[in-house]
Nanobody
Framework: QVQLVESGGGLVQPGGSLRLSCGASGFTFTSYAMSWYRQAPGKERELVAV????????KYADSVKGRFTISRDNAKNTVYLEMNSLKPEDTAVYYCNAKSGLYDYWGQGTQVTVSS
């Protein structure tokens, strides 16, 4: 059974940091590109960052470049999103995604709220 379980969300003040984790099971983790998406209230889900199966390639949304870092530990079947200099506009539910060809899996999401 495929599972993606996100953790690490919460309430943080503007300028603060959070580290999201996504633990994967039920599929061959090293064959999948892993991504983080987010969806704010009333907005469409958007891609935040993606990392290639072995971690050599990373891409970021322009809105998070220089502030967020995606990484993965293939030995632990886990992908991370380090978020620094957080802004109120980063408030959203953050979702983990695994994709390989026609296979596309999603986690349940974790809430990140940036507010003073």
């Amino acid at each position: 059974q495929v599972q993606l379980v996100e953790s690490g969300g919460g309430l943080v003040q503007p300028g603060g940091s959070l580290r999201l984790s996504c633990g994967a099971s039920g599929f061959t983790f090293t064959s999948y590109a892993m991504s983080w998406y987010r969806q704010a209230p009333g907005k469409e889900r958007e891609l935040v960052a993606v990392i290639s199966p072995v971690g050599g390639l990373r891409k970021y949304a322009d809105s998070v470049k220089g502030r967020f870092t995606i990484s993965r530990d293939n030995a632990k079947n886990t992908v991370y999103l380090e978020m620094n200099s957080l802004k109120p506009e980063d408030t959203a539910v953050y979702y983990c995604n695994a994709k390989s060809g026609l296979y596309d899996y999603w986690g349940q999401g974790t809430q990140v709220t940036v507010s003073s």
